[in-house]
Structures are given as structure tokens and as C-alpha cells.
């Protein structure tokens, strides 16, 4: 089964076992969606039923069946939280998750490759892919810089005119 992050525990909240919680996804109300979300660990994977989830100022405040204090949450503290691959919505062509990028190669204009995207940054003004060559470097996902996108095919054409 592949797992999918869909945010990470910052803190522990309250009295009750409510924890802070950071919803990576731009689309907040995608989270009330998911019936059940998963904390990865060594001994085995812990299911958590979301009861009641608040949303305020950039952060979801959330509470789980079973888990009423803040002792009993507190080993989420700094975990992401993760959904099964086939819980996601299903998207249009042409769409893809974020995380699906994640490993592609990124190719120049002529096909040569100049690495693998490492991570996604989330600046104010748009996203970045932060790729891992013989050096680092970093590509901005706007019009001009990202000629293609095939999750597919694996790759990733970017025009590097604009980055020397």
C-alpha cells in the first residue's frame, strides 16, 4: 500500500487530545474528506478517526476517536500524518499530486538530464523545485520554466535559459 503525506503534527493542543495540525494541501476543505488518517510507526501503523476538526489561522486544530488527553496524542507530536494513495481524490489529465514529482528527472530542452527533483519549496509567490544534480539548483514552476510535466514518463522538460 503506498502512503500519501497530507500534513505533519506541530503541537499538542489543549486538554482533550486535540492536536495542531498542518494541512499541506492549498485546498483546506480537502481535509474534512478523509474518514481516516494514518501515523506511520516502526511497530505498526496507528489508524486515527478524526472526530472534529477546527481551522484557524493556517492550522487545522484536530481530535481523534479513542484519544482524549494530551499524553495520548502526544506521540504524533512532529509526525506526518499520511493517507492511503487510493483515498485521493481522483484528478484530470493533465493534473498531478505533488509528491508524485517528487524523484523525476529534469531534463533540459535538448533531453539531457540535469538531476532529480528533491523536494517542492512553497514560496509566496509561487513553488520551486529544489532538483539534485551535479549541483543543486532550483527551478521555479511558472509558465517559461516548466515546459513539461510527465509523471508517466518520469521527467520533468524545463527551459534552464532564464537560470544561467
Given at each position: 500500500?503506498?502512503?500519501?503525506p497530507?500534513?505533519?503534527v506541530?503541537?499538542v493542543?489543549?486538554?482533550r487530545?486535540?492536536?495542531?495540525?498542518?494541512?499541506y494541501?492549498?485546498?483546506?476543505?480537502e481535509?474534512l474528506r478523509?474518514t481516516s488518517?494514518?501515523?506511520?510507526?516502526?511497530?505498526?501503523?496507528?489508524e486515527?478517526?478524526?472526530?472534529?476538526a477546527k481551522?484557524r489561522?493556517?492550522?487545522?486544530?484536530?481530535?481523534?476517536r479513542?484519544?482524549?488527553?494530551?499524553q495520548e496524542?502526544?506521540?504524533?507530536?512532529?509526525k506526518?500524518?499520511f493517507v492511503?494513495e487510493?483515498d485521493?481524490?481522483?484528478?484530470?489529465d493533465g493534473?498531478?499530486?505533488e509528491?508524485?514529482?517528487?524523484g523525476?528527472?529534469?531534463?533540459d530542452?535538448e533531453g539531457?538530464v540535469?538531476?532529480?527533483?528533491?523536494?517542492?519549496?512553497?514560496?509566496g509567490?509561487?513553488?520551486?523545485l529544489?532538483?539534485?544534480?551535479e549541483?543543486?539548483?532550483m527551478v521555479?514552476?511558472?509558465e517559461?520554466?516548466?515546459v513539461?510535466v510527465?509523471?508517466?514518463?518520469?521527467a520533468?522538460?524545463?527551459?534552464?535559459g532564464?537560470?544561467?
Amino acid at each position: 500500500m503506498k502512503w500519501v503525506p497530507v500534513g505533519r503534527v506541530v503541537s499538542v493542543h489543549g486538554i482533550r487530545g486535540e492536536v495542531k495540525f498542518y494541512y499541506y494541501n492549498e485546498v483546506k476543505e480537502e481535509l474534512l474528506r478523509y474518514t481516516s488518517l494514518f501515523a506511520l510507526q516502526d511497530d505498526g501503523d496507528v489508524e486515527l478517526e478524526p472526530l472534529e476538526a477546527k481551522y484557524r489561522k493556517n492550522f487545522y486544530y484536530l481530535s481523534f476517536r479513542g484519544f482524549g488527553s494530551p499524553q495520548e496524542v502526544s506521540f504524533l507530536v512532529g509526525k506526518e500524518l499520511f493517507v492511503r494513495e487510493g483515498d485521493l481524490p481522483l484528478l484530470e489529465d493533465g493534473e498531478y499530486y505533488e509528491y508524485q514529482l517528487i524523484g523525476l528527472d529534469v531534463l533540459d530542452m535538448e533531453g539531457v538530464v540535469l538531476g532529480k527533483v528533491r523536494s517542492i519549496l512553497h514560496s509566496g509567490a509561487n513553488d520551486v523545485l529544489v532538483v539534485a544534480g551535479e549541483k543543486e539548483f532550483m527551478v521555479p514552476m511558472v509558465e517559461g520554466f516548466i515546459v513539461e510535466v510527465d509523471v508517466r514518463g518520469g521527467a520533468i522538460r524545463v527551459d534552464t535559459g532564464g537560470l544561467d
